[in-house]
Nanobody
Framework: QLQLVESGGGLVEPGGSLKLSCAAS????????IGWFRQAPGKGREEISC????????KYVDSVEGRFTISRDNAKNTVYLQMDSLMPEDTAIYFC????????????????WGQGTQVTVSS
């Protein structure tokens, strides 16, 4: 069974940091593009970052550029999202998704989704 499991969410004060993990089981992430998405209350799911395959280039939505960093550790079969300078508007459920051999992480093309992890930024 192909699974992605997110972890690392929680409650943090504005300006704080969190590091999310997305661990794969049942398959290797080597040949997949991995995206991080989030869904805030009352809003749709948005892509915020992607590390593609095979180029391994990264991209970010403007609202997180310079604050968030996506990375992958193939030895651990895990992708990370380092989130710094968090703001209340970053509050959302964060999901990772994997798409086979892709230069993009379009939500409608995702092959495997994680279950999500809650991030709450509040004082």
């Amino acid at each position: 069974q192909l699974q992605l499991v997110e972890s690392g969410g929680g409650l943090v004060e504005p300006g704080g940091s969190l590091k999310l993990s997305c661990a794969a089981s049942g398959f290797t992430l080597d040949n997949y593009a991995i995206g991080w998405f989030r869904q805030a209350p009352g809003k749709g799911r948005e892509e915020i970052s992607c590390i593609n395959y095979p180029d391994r280039t990264t991209k970010y939505v403007d609202s997180v550029e310079g604050r968030f960093t996506i990375s992958r550790d193939n030895a651990k079969n895990t992708v990370y999202l380092q989130m710094d300078s968090l703001m209340p508007e970053d509050t959302a459920i964060y999901f990772c998704g994997a798409v086979w051999w892709s230069l993009a992480c379009v939500g409608t093309s995702i092959d495997v989704w994680g279950q999500g992890t809650q991030v709450t930024v509040s004082s």
